[in-house]
C-alpha cells in the first residue's frame, strides 16, 4: 500500500466518522422533540402524570435580611415574623436574626 492509499482510507474513515456522528445527532434532538410534544399534549395533562423533564421557569430571588444576599425562592430558608414571610440564605443569618430581634423588643 502506499501512502497515499492509507491517507485516502484514514480521511474516508474520518468522513464517515463524521457523518454518523451528526446522523446520531439529529436522531437524539428528533427523539428529544418527539417526547417533550408527548409530555405536553392535552392527554398527558388529562392523566394527571407529570412530565418526565422539568419545566423551565422563571425563579424569584428573595433578598437575605441579615446579610442581603439574595437567594433562589424555593431554596431558602422562609420564617413568618407577624404578617411578614422572610426568607434567609441560611440557618445562621436565621438564628442571627432572631436573636438581633430578641434583643431590640428587650431594649424596647
Known amino acids: 500500500m502506499t501512502p ?10 474520518l468522513f464517515w466518522l463524521l457523518v454518523l456522528s451528526w446522523s446520531v445527532r439529529l436522531l437524539r434532538r428528533l427523539f428529544g422533540l418527539l417526547l417533550e410534544n408527548r409530555a405536553s399534549s392535552p392527554e398527558h395533562a388529562a392523566k394527571g402524570t407529570a412530565p418526565s423533564q422539568p419545566a423551565k421557569t422563571a425563579r424569584r430571588l428573595v433578598r437575605d435580611p441579615v446579610c442581603g444576599m439574595h437567594v433562589d425562592e424555593t431554596l ?33
Open 4 to 13: 497515499v492509499t492509507i491517507l485516502a482510507r484514514i480521511i474516508r474513515f
Open 76 to 108: 431558602s430558608i422562609p420564617m413568618r415574623e407577624d404578617d411578614r414571610l422572610l426568607h434567609f440564605c441560611s440557618i445562621g443569618c436565621r438564628d442571627a436574626y432572631v436573636v438581633s430581634s430578641k434583643k431590640f423588643a428587650a431594649n424596647g
